[in-house]
């Protein structure tokens, strides 16, 4: 079963409660939610792994690491999902960018794959798909399975907040991806959103409705 890991950073908790606020305009949800992935990077990439090298200092020649790795790809569901690429590319600046487009259909809850474009070399990059949102599941499971159908083994799985529900799906369809959160909220109402959550993370992102 896949590990789940939840932020509690202090940082990472203020922030993420000006992003929840009905308060927080589409400028400053953007900066917060772009802050709050830059530290989330930080956490997740803990377990890189490192080599020693040799390196020449200006007083001696010394040993230090270096990463050593496989290259990363960061894979944003669209739309919601494109906030977050900055923040992590601000830690992670070689890593190349795949897109998934999902919607959540508003009737069904069932997510449609409308867009895909992923790095050439798929299998051997180490993938954090990313979106604001865990809440039915539906999306990041598709997500996923779309990455893995083109050749993809080593991912990770990386959102501000979670509904259960939709942690129990993930874990269920993707044993081997650790999933990694800023909150664990309450629930889902029945329309699907997360609760308390934070409404719908595309529309306060782009301004939209
Ligand atoms: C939202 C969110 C996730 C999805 C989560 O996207 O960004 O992708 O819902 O819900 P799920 O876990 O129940 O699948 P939405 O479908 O609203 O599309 P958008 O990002 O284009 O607004
Ligand atoms: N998608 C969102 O943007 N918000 C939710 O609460 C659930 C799905």
């Given at each position: 079963m896949s590990k789940v890991f939840v932020f509690d950073h202090p940082l990472i908790q203020h922030k993420l409660t000006y992003i929840r606020?009905?308060?927080?305009g589409t400028k400053e949800f953007r900066e917060l939610v772009d802050e709050v992935a830059t530290l989330m990077a930080f956490e997740i990439t803990r377990d890189m792994p490192l080599v020693e090298t040799e390196v020449e200092t200006p007083v001696t020649v010394t040993k230090s690491k270096v990463l050593a790795g496989k290259k990363m790809g960061i894979v944003p569901i669209l739309r919601a999902g494109i906030g977050m690429v900055d923040g992590i590319l601000k830690l992670i600046p070689a890593a190349k960018v795949g897109h998934i487009g999902l919607y959540r259909d508003?009737?069904?809850l069932q997510p449609v794959e409308y867009y895909v474009k992923l790095p050439a070399d798929v299998e051997e990059r180490d993938f954090i798909v990313v979106d604001p949102m865990l809440a039915t599941g539906g999306s990041a499971i598709e997500a996923i399975n779309s990455l893995k159908k083109r050749g993809a083994t080593s991912i990770k799985f990386m959102c501000l907040i979670a509904a259960p529900e939709g942690v129990e799906l993930l874990q269920q369809a993707h044993p081997d991806v650790d999933v990694y959160i800023a909150a664990l909220d309450e629930k889902l109402n029945d329309?699907?959103?997360?609760?308390?959550?934070?409404?719908d993370a595309g529309d306060r992102l782009f301004g939209t409705k």
């Open positions: 606020s009905v308060e927080t508003p009737q069904t329309h699907g959103y997360i609760v308390p959550g934070l409404g």
